[in-house]
């Protein structure tokens, strides 16, 4: 995917990434039993790219408008602190998020793949979205990832966010050398 010089100035600015979970860390399905939801499928490669971006000084953040038990301990596995769940007004979670955080809206990277991401992804600096996201997200994206929801799309932005800062090839030498001596 070839990014313009606009798109790539946007990811070198990112000091935040906020994903949403359904439809970005998930293929969008929702899965319930007896006792209620039952199952979430979470993608490694993205739980991958996510501590990546940590490991590159970038903070990861949730903010989704359902709650999950299954969510939080994602969460918990991946080291992501900042999870707002239950933010059916996405905008205000935002807000909310940025005043833990003390970031502006241009630090922020959002992923989102509907209707209730619009007013999030109109305020970050870098709007970004799944390749099966609704036509009306991807119009006003400044990203598209080649992947779906919960197939990888997360990976593939957290590679793009951490090449268009200088911090991937580090990390890959480092990654490299230290699976060297295992």
Request: aromatic share 4%; glycine share 10%; with cysteine.
């Amino acid at each position: 995917m070839s990014t313009s010089q606009e798109v790539q100035e946007r990811a070198q600015a990112v000091r935040l990434v906020v994903l949403d979970v359904a439809g970005v860390l998930t293929d969008g399905r929702l899965y319930y039993g007896a006792e209620g939801e039952a199952m979430k499928a979470f993608d490694v490669r993205d739980g991958h790219g996510i501590k990546l971006l940590m490991k590159g000084g970038i903070d990861v953040a949730l903010l989704t408008a359902r709650s999950s038990a299954i969510v939080a301990a994602r969460a918990r596995e991946l080291g992501i602190t900042h999870v707002l769940q239950g933010q059916s007004d996405k905008a205000s979670g935002f807000a909310t998020l940025q005043a833990r955080t003390g970031l502006t809206a241009q630090d922020c990277a959002y992923m989102g793949d509907d209707w209730p991401d619009l007013p999030v992804l109109r305020q970050v600096g870098l709007a970004a979205t799944v390749a099966d996201a609704c036509a009306e997200v991807q119009a006003i994206a400044n990203w598209i990832s080649t992947r779906d929801g919960g197939c990888g799309a997360v990976r593939e932005l957290a590679t793009f966010v951490l090449r268009a800062q200088g911090k991937f090839d580090a990390l890959l030498a480092a990654h490299t050398q230290a699976g060297a001596h295992a």
